[in-house]
């Protein structure tokens, strides 16, 4: 059996409320008090976000994987960027004196199998000659959600690691995710058979 690269959670959760957070303040892994308004809160607490809209795209692909069977592979990526999106709230919250090498994380490994899918998904899709407009469907819909809040919390980890570090994997990961949430968006309606929409500017106004 695979050795685990991370360890396991040590986690019991007895008590939601604590009190605690009455005052604006938070702990970070660590232990540190900090401000739930400082830049490291809102970059994990927008992945935090972000992981949220995946699940409920995921749980509407599953809901049409009886109808179309290739959306397997999609709930599949999606779940699996699930657990890693939490690896990466993990870091966030922890700073980075206090990381060490098996507290879970986002790796290398998982930005080339990001651009691995985004490549092999893009390969049964037509070349664009527009921008496309989210819609068409919901699960389309809801993909387009999750790229723009990724986008999001990629730009609060940018200015994050203008004043405190942040892995560099963190950014790249991010980066590479919205692109994939792009590119499963459009697959999506592929798979389903859903037109999209394309932008069309002399259709404004």
Request: aromatic share 4%; proline share 5%; hydrophobic share 35%.
């Amino acid at each position: 059996m695979t050795e685990s690269r991370f360890n396991e959670p040590r986690v019991a959760i007895n008590r939601v409320y604590t009190r605690t957070g009455d005052s604006g303040e938070t702990r970070l892994a660590g232990g540190q008090r900090v401000s739930k308004g400082s830049l490291r809160l809102e970059a994990y607490g927008t992945v935090d976000e972000l992981n949220g809209l995946v699940g409920t795209a995921c749980h509407t692909a599953r809901e049409q994987v009886e109808r179309h069977p290739e959306l397997q592979a999609m709930v599949t990526c999606l779940v699996r960027v699930q657990h890693e999106l939490f690896n990466l709230g993990a870091t966030l919250a922890t700073l980075p004196e206090d990381i060490h090498p098996r507290q879970p994380q986002v790796t290398e490994k998982d930005i080339q199998r990001l651009e691995q899918e985004i490549d092999r998904a893009n390969q049964e899709l037509e070349p664009l000659r527009s921008f496309v407009l989210p819609g068409g469907s919901r699960l389309n819909l809801e993909l387009h959600l999750c790229r723009t809040i990724c986008r999001r919390a990629e730009r609060h980890c940018v200015r994050l690691g203008e004043e405190e570090d942040v892995p560099a994997a963190a950014v790249q990961y991010l980066n590479r995710l919205g692109d994939a949430l792009f590119v499963w968006s459009r697959w999506a309606s592929h798979l389903t058979g859903t037109p999209e929409t394309l932008w069309d500017p002399n259709l404004a106004g």
